[in-house]
């Protein structure tokens, strides 16, 4: 039987070599990668960061030939993987040498049944049937999956399609692994889990190449780092190599680095830590930071203004099948101009509840009322001019050929149909949400960070909506990009407007939100503010949540004698509080 995990060839030759690499898409004039100059060793682990648009999946569709052979476009310089030219070498040869694991898992299913997805792959490398059993009982076990083996695909939670599509790359056994944000629907254990899974593989021989926002536990880990910016490297090395000479850049592109690197780059500008290295671990932070004194009276952020209860849920409950109940008394109110975050375990029923409150379900048993109005007599129309919801995966909710037609559409089906004013609205639109660049383009083309913002410019064009509700807001957005669409999350709230976010981003959750619900196994299990939630443990364990590297900063230096103020929620705002005298 193939080991998933062992090596093919112990060649010490460069696994990857990109030479002159210039790649323009199809239909495009400005270049997306230009003149890409990189070697990856064999048998090592890679980081591929950078901004949204930079760049990182079309280099990641180049390894194994998607580009050019199935986008089509123009390939100039080099690609050699694995001792092949991608330019010369079919698509279902360069499969045994390369799995790609794609930013929307999605893209690569093509069955209707777990265990039949897995082993769709090895079947058309024309594995032994034998092998290709073992293969998928193996790869399912990997992540935790093998008890979901006979589940529909597409009844699959986002964390679940995620963990599924890098199941049926493992059980390819390619040489080269290639994961493009592999970890963005899943919650924070299983996150630390398929961490530990990669961290495995590259001890295992394989060749790994990420691109992650979540750095905590790699950074430390990876042998090299490449960081692009408009499809250009601007930097390669190690990481520490790459941080400490181009960290300043990387924040200022609004590249996602660790709490502990970020402050430590942070007190560098400021004059701090001139004679010690950047942190890139809590350890190493804690250490770094145990000699420095804060202000006594840090700045306090302002309490919101919190109107009526708009929506009130007593016992709630509500199953798929009658054997199966995905909600399971769940009781919660919520009011005009809270931000609320619905956290938890994948398949915790953060979805579904989603789903119940824009009616798409109604509940089994309970009570459920919103905007005074009980559930059974909602109408989804109805529902529609006041409640807004930007789907986990937007392209569900994509009707037109363009990004500027999609948001005229959402204008017109609510009655908006004056020529002039759907242009100004549009392009007020378009450039809050910083997608003025691909009004033109088709949405189904765009990144999965501008489809998130595409799904949420869609919702708030029309300007009506009192709730708006938000499934994985973060998901495929840099940090600046992050920082926008919360400033226009915050400007809504102060118009009155309630948001319900459901996140796996717990440093979103302890940053803006004012409430944090927390599921596991479809009961609420806590509701309260994010200080108190990450002061119980064993609500963190239990819903498979981890508290930040933040807290665990401040928990740290604490413990060493560090007198830390309260309320350091945010790097800004622990940062805001040294005192430099």
């Not at 250009?232 to 190690?238: P, R």
């Not at 995905?326 to 579904?352: H, M, P, Y």
């Not at 940053?511 to 806590?526: H, L, P, Q, S």
């Amino acid at each position: 039987m193939t080991n998933p995990t062992s090596p093919s060839s112990a060649s010490t030759d460069p696994i990857i070599s990109l030479s002159g690499l210039t790649y323009h898409h199809y239909g495009k004039t400005a270049p997306a990668l230009t003149n890409i100059n990189v070697t990856i060793e064999r048998g090592s682990f890679t980081l591929l960061v950078g901004p949204s648009g930079s760049g990182k999946s079309t280099l990641c569709m180049l390894l194994n030939g998607i580009i050019p052979h199935i986008l089509g476009g123009e390939l100039e310089g080099k690609v050699i993987v694995d001792g092949q030219d991608v330019s010369q070498s079919k698509v279902q040869n360069m499969a045994h040498s390369v799995g790609l694991l794609f930013q929307d898992p999605e893209w690569m299913f093509a069955t209707l049944q777990v265990e039949d997805e897995v082993a769709f792959g090895p079947e058309n490398l024309r594995q032994p049937a034998q092998e290709i059993t073992a293969q998928v009982t193996r790869s399912l076990e990997y992540v935790g999956m093998n008890h979901l083996r006979k589940n529909l695909v597409w009844a699959l939670s986002g964390g679940q399609i995620q963990k599924l599509g890098l199941a049926a790359v493992l059980a390819m056994a390619p040489e080269i692994i290639v994961l493009d944000e592999p970890t963005a629907n899943l919650d924070p254990a299983t996150t630390h889990a398929v961490h530990e899974l990669i961290l495995r593989l590259r001890g295992e021989g394989r060749t790994i190449i990420l691109v992650t926002k979540d750095l905590d536990e790699f950074m430390a880990q990876a042998d090299h780092m490449i960081l692009l910016s408009e499809g250009c490297v601007l930097a390669q090395g190690t990481p520490r190599s790459v941080i400490t000479e181009h960290g300043s850049i990387m924040l200022d592109l609004g590249v996602w680095l660790p709490d502990p690197t970020e402050i430590g780059l942070r007190l560098k500008q400021q004059g701090f830590l001139k004679n010690k290295s950047i942190p890139i671990t809590v350890a190493e932070a804690v250490a770094v930071l145990q000699d420095i004194r804060f202000k006594e009276n840090p700045p306090v952020q302002k309490e919101p203004v919190i109107g009526e209860t708009l929506i009130h849920a007593e016992n709630v409950q509500f199953g798929y099948t009658r054997k199966t109940k995905t909600l399971r008394g769940v009781s919660f109110d919520i009011r005009q101009g809270e931000i609320v975050a619905i956290v938890g375990q994948n398949g915790a029923g953060k979805s579904t509840l989603s789903k119940m409150l824009v009616g798409l379900l109604k509940p089994s048993s309970g009570n459920l009322t919103m905007f005074g109005r009980k559930a059974s007599q909602w109408n989804v129309q109805d529902l529609a001019n006041d409640v807004a919801l930007v789907f986990q995966n937007p392209e569900h909710q994509f009707l037109c050929d363009t990004v500027h037609e999609e948001l005229a559409y959402s204008l017109l089906a609510q009655g908006i149909s004056d020529p002039e004013e759907v242009g100004k609205r549009v392009k007020a639109m378009l450039e809050r949400l910083n997608i003025t660049d691909s009004a033109e383009t088709h949405p189904f083309s765009l990144s999965a960070g501008s489809k998130r913002r595409l799904g949420v410019a869609t919702m708030l064009v029309g300007g009506r909506a009192r709730l708006l509700i938000v499934d994985e807001p973060t998901y495929g957005q840099d940090r600046r990009l992050t920082e926008r669409l919360m400033e226009l999350i915050n400007n809504l709230r102060a118009e009155g407007i309630t948001v319900i976010m459901i996140t796996h981003d717990m440093r979103l959750v302890d940053a803006y939100v004012d409430r944090a619900i927390v599921m596991a196994n479809g009961e609420k299990i806590f509701d309260g503010p994010p200080r108190e939630l990450f002061q119980s443990p064993d609500i963190v364990e239990r819903a498979s949540l981890r508290i930040t590297a933040l807290r665990r900063i401040v928990d740290g230096l604490r413990a060493a004698g560090t007198q830390v103020p309260g309320g350091l929620n945010i790097v800004d705002s622990f940062v805001a509080a040294v005192d430099y005298v």
